[in-house]
Nanobody
Framework: QVQLVESGGGLVQAGGSLRLSCAAS????????MGWFRQAPGKEREFVAA????????SYADSVKGRFTISRDNAKNTVYLQMNSLKPEDTAVYYC?????????????????WGQGAQVNVST
């Protein structure tokens, strides 16, 4: 089992930055592929970014590529999402996700464990 707790959400003006953190419980974090998803009101949950167990491989949605950076610290059991040049369309609840299986780390069904979400609001 993996329990995930997000933090770092909030309100920021367009063009600003935020860093989300996701703390994972258990001793299996270094064996888990990790991802971030988001869900805006009235929309489906969408993939944002993912990172492999080792941290060597990352992937991003086209909409955030060049602005967001995913990273992990296995010693701290934490994954991060650094969000720069934020836009109003980035407003959403951001979810951290984990899987202990080998998977593509690209869609929601690739992940088995989810956090409660962190609200990010970007104002104009």
């Amino acid at each position: 089992q993996v329990q995930l707790v997000e933090s770092g959400g909030g309100l920021v003006q367009a063009g600003g930055s935020l860093r989300l953190s996701c703390a994972a419980s258990g001793r299996t974090f270094s064996s888990a592929g990790m991802g971030w998803f988001r869900q805006a009101p009235g929309k489906e949950r969408e993939f944002v970014a993912a990172i492999s167990r080792s941290g060597f491989l990352t992937s991003y949605a086209d909409s955030v590529k060049g602005r967001f950076t995913i990273s992990r610290d296995n010693a701290k059991n934490t994954v991060y999402l650094q969000m720069n040049s934020l836009k109003p369309e980035d407003t959403a609840v951001y979810y951290c996700a984990a899987t202990l299986k080998l998977s593509r780390l690209r869609v929601a069904s690739d992940f088995d464990y989810w956090g409660q979400g962190a609200q990010v609001n970007v104002s104009t």
